[in-house]
């Protein structure tokens, strides 16, 4: 197992986002946002953004970014005014505490209907990363006792979320979703991302339609959770928040449909990336009879069925024989072949040479490999190379044979005899 991080290449810009209008570093130019309205800003400095809550709910902020690019934090202010630090607009009522992540999630419970202040700042200690031209998305929203995705309660009543846009929710019961991974989009392996406080523990699955567990995420407490899982096919998949945590915690939501090896248009935080294990396979031929390899002679397992994109041969015990590729290519120990490469693998034995029973004529190693990552375990590769069939002999076998040759002796003395005479 290792870890990727996916780097933010570019931000989604969906149609209810808005561009960061610079200078915002101060609270009397902060840059009005509205509800579930998404920003694409870049933190060199603070930005500041005013918005309006209503009394009663719930505020949930989302801030996302790549957290080795320089850490952020997001502040929460009234406007009630700060006299010992006018630098502010009011007090401070929340602040982010997920230090380490790709993502700073906010929730409290809105005291008054009011102007409110959010600050994107450089990281504090102790993770003082900050102000280093990182780039972030920022999006708000207000939810009530329960969120308006409900009743979303079981796999039979989802509720529909469209692909690169943020969805708020609150855990106080199961919530599904349903996800449409369509032709014509960016491909079939699903990328999502569920973020929350770091004090909680959401768990995150995602299903086919008929509600059958294809891939759980697996992270900690306060770590987003990811999902990364080829679905293989286009069609419509569910994703679950099914955990026993239904306290009303309030979370954000994406997801993203991307082809093998692709990038994804929001940022996603470590996602892990298991990669394939080889397993041993015995493959087998006649005595002097060539074996033509297919791909899937070359087994593995892999928890996120990712597809071989290629195998690495090693340790070659050829036992007389030989291995080419790509019509006469000779194999050498440590050559990496793809997967269209392994398909035109040709063993040829030696001649007139078996195996013997129980022990392969010729072995070699293979490490499997995705687009995410390069195989770490070996497997060995069997070659048994068998007798060919042979033709049992008529009339009796030895004994047939052995009077054929008398016969034919005293046939010979029959006409030595008559010469004589």
Known sequence: ?????????????????????????????A???????????????????????????????????????????????????????????????????????????????????????????????PDPLGDQGNSYTLTWTEIGADDGFEENDSNAAPAA???????????????WYSIDVAPGGGGTRVIASLRFEANVDLDLELRDAGGTLLEPSMNG?????????????????HLSLVDANNTGDGYALTWAAVSPGGTVDFPV????????????????????AVYNFAAGDFTFTDS????LVSATITNLSLG??????????????????????????????PVNVTGVTGSPLTTFDFTVNDLMGDGTVSAQMDIDVTAAATIAPTG??????????????????????RVHR
Do not use: C
Not at 12 to 19: E, G, K, S
Not at 37 to 43: C, D, S
């Open 221 to 237: 407490v306060g770590v987003n959770e990811t999902i990364n899982w080829d679905v293989g096919v286009f069609g419509t998949y």
């Open 396 to 417: 009796g076998g030895s004994s047939g044979s052995v009077s054929m040759v008398w016969l034919f002796a005293l046939m010979l003395i029959g006409v030595a005899r």
């Open 320 to 349: 007389g024989g030989t291995l080419t590729y790509s019509g006469s290519t000779a194999l050498t120990s440590g050559d990496t072949l793809t997967a269209a490469q392994l398909g035109t693998l040709v063993y040829t034995p």
């Open 31 to 125: 840059l009005p946002l509205p509800q579930d309205r998404t920003v694409a800003g870049t933190q060199s400095d603070e930005d500041w953004y005013v918005i309006n809550a209503t009394a009663g709910n719930r505020i949930l902020i989302d801030l996302t970014f790549t957290h080795a690019e320089g850490n952020i934090d997001v502040g929460f202010y009234d406007d009630l005014g700060n006299v010992d630090f006018p630098q502010f607009p009011g007090t401070l009522i929340a602040n982010s505490v997920t230090n380490g992540s790709d993502h700073e999630f906010v929730e409290h419970n809105i005291p008054v209907p009011d102007t409110y202040y959010i600050r994107v700042y450089g990281g504090e200690a």
């Open 1 to 29: 197992m290792r870890t990727v991080l996916f780097t933010i290449l570019a931000f989604f810009l969906a149609p209810n986002a808005i561009a960061d209008t610079e200078p915002n570093n101060t609270w009397q130019n």
């Open 161 to 175: 979320i469209a692909e690169s846009t943020v969805a708020f929710g609150s855990k106080n019961d199961e919530d």
């Open 304 to 307: 996120e069925g990712d597809s």
């Open 269 to 288: 935080p470590d996602v892990i990336n298991n990669v394939p294990v080889a397993t041993a396979n015995t493959v087998s031929t006649t005595e002097d």
